[in-house]
T-cell receptor, first 109, second 115 residues
Framework: QKEVEQNSGPLSVPEGAIASLNCTYSDRGSQSFFWYRQYSGKSPELIMSIYSNGDKEDGRFTAQLNKASQYVSLLIRDSQPSDSATYLCAVKGDYKLSFGAGTTVTVRA | NAGVTQTPKFQVLKTGQSMTLQCAQDMNHNSMYWYRQDPGMGLRLIYYSASEGTTDKGEVPNGYNVSRLNKREFSLRLESAAPSQTSVYFC??????????????FGNGTRLTVT
């Protein structure tokens, strides 16, 4: 079992819709959770971090964390073509940070 | 503010050749990392350094060596390149000394092809 798993996608959503990305992790003791966005041919950039159960909102992005079920999700509201990218989930366990393989999102106009 | 700067951006090597990837950060971060990214594999940690003078192996260290020259610079060396090392390499830094203790800031990447 991979330490961090994401739906590989691609996920195609119409402009203005909600894109929902999921991430599950295996280390029950994980403490910190991050979402990075990576445009094609570019480097990852942090868009959200979440550390406690519940929702965290930042503009059109909402991260949701459920430690009991060991999943973290990212919602992108009012999706725009500029949101087309690969989204990487990263999870910090006791001593290391692990990345998922990423979910590619395409927002169609 | 340049952030994390990597050189070179592109490199083509023949099998058996050696090269060093350079990385420097100007954010006064404690930790620095080298990752490789392959299609469908996500980011895999090669080596990291929690502070100057210390380095630790990550998930895929074989075939690589690193040097934390000072707080700013962290280099990655391929002594004898192999086609399996064809990849995109990212350097990153973070404020915290512990992996994942604070968000990572990435360089622009080096696209390496080994023929």
């Amino acid at each position: 079992q991979k330490e961090v798993e994401q739906n590989s996608g691609p996920l195609s959503v119409p402009e203005g819709a909600i894109a929902s990305l999921n991430c599950t992790y295996s280390d029950r003791g994980s403490q910190s959770f991050f979402w990075y966005r990576q445009y094609s041919g570019k480097s990852p950039e942090l868009i959200m971090s979440i550390y406690s159960n519940g929702d965290k909102e930042d503009g059109r992005f909402t991260a949701q964390l459920n430690k009991a079920s060991q999943y973290v999700s990212l919602l992108i509201r009012d999706s725009q073509p500029s949101d087309s990218a690969t989204y990487l989930c990263a999870v910090k366990g006791d001593y290391k940070l692990s990345f998922g393989a990423g979910t590619t999102v395409t927002v169609r106009a | 503010n340049a952030g994390v700067t990597q050189t070179p951006k592109f490199q083509v090597l023949k099998t058996g050749q050696s090269m060093t990837l350079q990385c420097a950060q100007d954010m006064n971060h404690n930790s620095m990392y080298w990752y490789r990214q392959d299609p469908g594999m996500g980011l895999r940690l090669i080596y990291y350094s929690a502070s100057e003078g210390t380095t630790d192996k990550g998930e895929v260290p074989n075939g690589y060596n690193v040097s934390r020259l000072n707080k700013r610079e962290f280099s990655l060396r391929l002594e004898s390149a192999a086609p399996s090392q064809t990849s995109v390499y990212f350097c990153a830094s973070s404020e915290a000394r512990r992996q994942g203790g604070s968000p990572l800031h990435f360089g622009n990447g080096t696209r390496l092809t080994v023929t």
